[in-house]
């Protein structure tokens, strides 16, 4: 310590120091070989560590004069009552700060902070007087300080905390100063094993040694090879065992996750710190490299032999051998990691599709460009990354407990647009919408459903024609027949059903689908079918199949008022959903009186020109909606020559050319037309225009004539 006069001044200018052969009896008469204790006081027991407190304090001088030994006798010895502070550096007293700060020269011990680093030793003062017996002695090269407690369990606690800021503090100073690796990790280790050993127990007993670490780390990421990676990972295992990594210690692990995935290090030091994280953390957010070093764990599991039946396994852990999990939080956390991952794939995917990059597109043409292939070959190793953690939403749906947590946390369907219209995605991800379905508990299967009103849910997503529907409806029924037969809100179901989702119940009704036939026979039932056209076409599409015909006939014999309702002709209008066919449409058609009929909506289905020997059959059609579909010039020229009542057409997106355009000119009563998008020259809309008396309007944006 550069200057301790404050420590043995006091206020008459005299010495209040005390030979140290006659501060203890015990302890040999020179500074340098004080008695410490051997053994841990108290045997096992831990102490809070200290901050601060009151004590007496007494200094003394190394005095060797004799005047200097009476003077500083036990009857001449004066005791303070202090409020000592023990920082991260020094130790200090708040009470000589407060008479300072008040302008008052205290004239007592303690004026000047003892600085750690200047501490040769600090010990119990083993043998005293009665009175004053529960001494701790801090040795500095110019006297000594002793602290007086009232008992022996606060005097220890004094000891070991002291102790505990002097030990941390010259590690601090050590290891930022330390350059060569072998030394580095032996003085991490060394840090590690007094933490451990230590008999203070306090939040920041562990804490603030791996802040020391990571502060290192930060520092020396440069410094450290693939060996000194595994030994700071080895040293550090047993401080996480019961504490969360710190941000830097968590990217350094996710490292080595990312340069030795198949490590042993990974499964045995890993996988107990990744088990604490996801069982006790709250929130990613707040910690978002804790949440990649999750998800680099992952992948390094991955990327092992058989490394799908490890991530498995490594599911199976977390959950526990029991039929219910008993950590709350893993299911949450596991999600929250699965979610950030695959939304993260789809952003830096749509990222480079905005900057013009187009994976895989010289390997169609046969161009082997260096440059293309790695880039290929990159995008198909990100995919399959994402598709592991698709795959841990699969094994984590296999638990029956976990199924309501997780069915509510994928209720807002938490995935991008692009991710819904990923075929490889949406198929595995069917797997976990089915369990959903297929569970008895309301709770469960009705989360298929938006999470409100005026929101699409999984329900819409997977039916005909919907993002991600690629099995004709197959997992559409499923829901739709635990949906309808769930006690929670069935009419106001049918009545959602009725409002966004009529087409795609009729397509599969009409294709024989039971689910769908009771379905729509229950929306007649219960009225629940305002519009008089599509009641009728509900009622038609039942009659286009022996089964629902037979389902309608029981039905009208209770109702006598659906006979009338039949009687009274088809609907005037008729809307397919998207992918529908021509035998579709065939198949409807033939079912029923369409004499009515002057709406047809064609839109997005898959009919080409073969329905328009269907269509021709409908006498009183005025308006025809073909936009974007395979329809093309031989139908154009059939429905020319028959639908002369037709006013509006709309062959947007279709594959129509001159050849059939020009046989539009014989639809004399041609009012509106759109070609938009088709392979229309001006030659041909000139004659269009001339021959169309009644045109009043005509889209020929994005084509030769606009």
Known sequence: MADCSGLVGNGNGQSNGLGQENACATPPTTPSSPTPISRPIGGTLKYKLLHEGDIQVCCLNHARTVISKILSSKFLRRWEPHHIVLADSTIYSTTVRN????????LGFMECPIPYNSIEDVYIVSRWDAGQKFCIRILLPTGSVLLQASNIYLRDQWLHSIQWKRTVNKYKKLLRNTKKTEVLIQEIKNLIEMTINTHVQDEDVSQVPLEIVSDILSQNTDVLNSVAHENVIVALAPLLENNQPSPEI???????????????VVIEMFTPVVQRILKHNMDFGKFPRMRMFVQDYILALNSKLEGIIVVQDFVQRMHGPASTCPHPRVLPNLVSVCLASIYSYFEDRDRCNSKGRSPGVGMLRG????GLLVEEETEIRDEELMMCFVTILKFMAEYDDWLPNLASLLQPIPFPKEALTHERFTIHLKYVIRRFAEDNRCDVHTSVCGVRDGKDGWFNIYCPGGLACDD?????????RRLVGCCCRRKKFLQMVCRKLLGPVMLMALR?????????LSMVNLKIVYNHDDRLQVITTLESTPEGRKMYADLCERQIALKELQSKGGPKTLSLPPKSTDADLRQLLNSGSFGNLECLNLAFTHVTSACAETIIRLPNLKYLNLWSTNFGDTGLQLISEHLLKLQVLNLCETTVTDEGLNCLTQIKSLRRLNLNSTQLSALTFVKLKAHLPSLEECDVRYTDAW
Request: net charge neutral.
């Open 367 to 370: 161009i082997r460009m260096e």
């Open 512 to 520: 024989r689908d039971s689910v769908m036939m009771e379905v729509s």
């Open 99 to 106: 008479y300072q700060q008040a302008g008052i020269n205290p």
């Open 250 to 264: 968590c990217a350094f692990f996710s490292k080595h996750c990312k340069n030795s995935p198949r490590s042993n």
């Open 472 to 480: 004709d409806g197959e997992l559409f029924s499923v829901m739709m």
